[in-house]
């Protein structure tokens, strides 16, 4: 049943393939690289941040040195090395201690108001979680059941959470000096 054009159009077919197969043909040139050229692009239309946040929500913004922008390096780096006065500049034997209940932790602890509640947590030997450590972003948020966390807590520095989330109590471990007695939840964000 097999037919001799039907052979012959099968040998033909290998034939052509197996020539194909083994041809040089014509040689393939990338084009140009413009990945680096489209980032920067990409970059210059999301707006900078003046905080150094880990995980920065814009693209090349935070701590960068481009985001400091030409000249503007000294005043920042002058202002920098200026000694703020804060609750931790009181002196130890001065300082007055509260009762701090970490929930989460189980376990409740006097902490001396010179002393942020991350630090009190840490010499606990508990794992608080944190990054930055100067309230510029939101890796050690708490939240201060007992009401906003102003009446309970200084916050120095602290530049992430808006005057509703401390009403509602939520708190920054990493700059949060106690003022009262309180129960905190570490590893609550708004």
């Not at 413009?34 to 239309?45: D, N, V």
């Not at 090395?81 to 602890?109: H, L, Q």
Request: proline share 5%; charged share 25%; with cysteine.
């Amino acid at each position: 049943m097999v037919t001799l054009l039907g052979v012959v159009l099968g040998v033909f077919l290998t034939v052509v393939a197996v020539a194909v197969h083994y041809s040089h043909g014509t040689t393939w040139r990338a084009g140009e690289d413009i990945s680096g050229e489209l980032l920067e692009r990409r970059a210059a239309t999301v707006p900078e941040t003046d905080f150094p946040e880990p995980m920065n929500r814009s693209i090349g913004g935070g701590g960068a040195v481009g985001a400091i922008g030409p000249g503007g390096a000294e005043g920042e780096l002058e202002e920098a090395t200026e000694e703020e006065e804060g609750p931790a500049s009181i002196p130890d034997d001065e300082a007055e201690s509260f009762d701090i209940e970490y929930v989460k932790e189980g376990e409740t602890i006097a902490v001396a108001e010179n002393e942020t509640l991350l630090s009190a947590g840490e010499d606990e030997g508990w794992d608080m979680p944190y990054a930055c450590r100067e309230g510029q972003c939101l890796s050690c948020g708490a939240h201060i059941s007992d009401g906003p966390s102003e009446d309970y807590v200084i916050h120095h520095t602290q530049e992430m959470l808006n005057e509703d989330e401390l009403d509602e109590g939520y708190t920054l471990t990493c700059v949060a000096y106690p003022i009262a007695d309180f129960s905190l939840e570490t590893r609550e964000t708004p």
